[in-house]
């Protein structure tokens, strides 16, 4: 609990900035944790436990491209089966009371159309991978809204680097704060030892392209759309809003010059 919270403050003192690009999303970077390594800016179910250690995630040379992946094995570990799992959020483990849980992720205001990645899939016999993706909002509550989630799971053999490119689906017209991405190599429910997931080359699609100046997304530009950046730079979070379309001139902030930007959209005039 006290990791979302504090993931939670960061996203909201990072909310006038885009962050655009998944981070580490080749798995290129990976940092010293203890006596394993973690992918930078991803948590994994690895671990050190009396004297133990189990890494069920760990980097790979059998990349897509550059020089590594995120290789996930699902491992036996005393009366313990423990999946491979890559999360941009935290993954805690409650060894005594078998109880595992992910919150949080990284700040994020885009609304992508698709994530796409390449994986490769060796399952135990009856296992079955799960790869998903939230875009949350802070509603306040412990439990984040739901702006769009991407889920896909599947039991087939995959032995070539193949593209999966999931459709993201949209609850809400709202503007994410936070993003979380897991990818498992077994069902969580029913884990079997010697399932294998690689993954690498995360990447989101962008199909629409944004009609600058319309901030508030009604597909008009004119004097509301003015209102609505001035609005969102004072941080009074108005809602709908399209950052694409407000960062006028596409340099993943959103400031004044937009406003000038829009203003001038608005009066026949060119972007900034
Ligand atoms: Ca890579
Ligand atoms: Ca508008
Ligand atoms: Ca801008």
Redesign the pocket.
Known sequence: MKNIFLLIACSLLLSRVASQDLPNA???NWVDVGNYQNPEFWDTANMSVFFNSVITTSKTED???????AKMETKNFLTFTVPGLVTLGDFEIDIWNMETSITGGTPFNLRPDKLNLYYKYNPAAGDKMRIGMWLLRDDGTDIPDTVATALYESTALVQNYTLLSLDIDYRSNETPEILNIIAVSSNPENPAAGSVLVI??LEFEFTASPLYGDANCDGMVNIQDVITIVNFIMGSNPQPFCFENADVNSDGIINVTDVVGTVNIIFGGSQP
């Open positions: 080749g798995f290129e990349s897509h491209s550059g020089s590594f992946a690498d080359d």
